[in-house]
């Protein structure tokens, strides 16, 4: 299966905003609509924090928000905490009813 | 809330089926959505292995699928996972989660299993 693209790391300053890229390369992906977000802090299961490309499962903080432009998907992080230190994947359903994730992103906060 | 918790061997002998469970609590898994498998190579990223239904409609990681059976057991309330002729690239944290909780997505997860495979 195609992956999807994902910058290794991405950093930035407590308070500030970070985004977090996701490029599809494939047509797997259809519209590309069906893209999900984990947070992933080590040792730790991953998290769903977003679904269906913007939409937030409940108890899950409105700092995190989600977008898509063409074939790229983003995950914004504003306000950043220290807590937000963690891997981020994306994820997307495909045309052939299956899952691939991104390639994963390290997120680090100064 | 829902819960999910593998079991199975921590250690698989090379060409042998790595087989693990996952019991699921707080939900009955005939009531709905999918059940699937993710795994995670120590240091690596997450691949999606696959996912079934109650029913035993099942979806596969096209690079797995001559390897995988995902099955489910109702009376139980698990599903198990197969993974036939085990090399040590199948080495890796194993999670399973429900999947479709919210549209297409993973939103309930195990905590995770390392299966290691090794002579």
């Not at chain 1, 047509?27 to 490309?53: C, E, M, R, T």
């Not at chain 1, 995950?75 to 997307?92: K, P, R, V």
């Not at chain 2, 057991?73 to 698990?78: F, I």
């Amino acid at each position: 299966q195609s992956a999807l693209t994902q910058p290794a790391s991405v950093s930035g300053s407590p308070g500030q905003s970070i985004t977090i890229s996701c490029t599809a390369y494939s047509s797997d992906f259809g519209d590309y609509n069906y893209v999900s977000w984990y947070q992933q802090h080590p040792d730790k299961a991953p998290k769903l924090i977003i679904y269906d490309v913007a939409q937030r499962p409940s108890g899950v903080s409105n700092r995190f928000s989600g977008s898509k432009s063409g074939n790229t998907a983003s995950l914004t992080i504003s306000g950043l905490q220290s807590d937000d230190e963690a891997d981020y994947y994306c994820n997307s359903y495909t045309t052939r009813s299956t899952y691939v994730f991104g390639t994963g992103t390290k997120v680090s906060v100064l | 809330q829902v819960q999910l918790q593998e079991s199975g061997p921590g250690l698989v002998r090379p060409s042998e089926t790595l087989s693990l469970t996952c019991t699921v609590s707080g939900y009955s898994i005939s009531g709905g959505f999918y059940w699937g498998w993710i795994r995670q190579p120590p240091g690596k990223g997450l691949e999606w292995i696959g996912s079934a239904y109650h029913t035993g409609t099942t979806y596969y990681n096209p690079s797995l699928k001559s390897r995988v059976t995902i099955s489910a057991d109702t009376s139980k309330n698990q599903f198990s996972l197969k993974l036939d002729s085990a090399t040590a690239a199948d080495t890796a944290i194993y999670y399973c989660a429900r999947d479709r909780g919210y549209s297409y997505s993973l939103n309930f997860w195990s905590q995770g299993t390392l299966v290691t495979v090794s002579s």
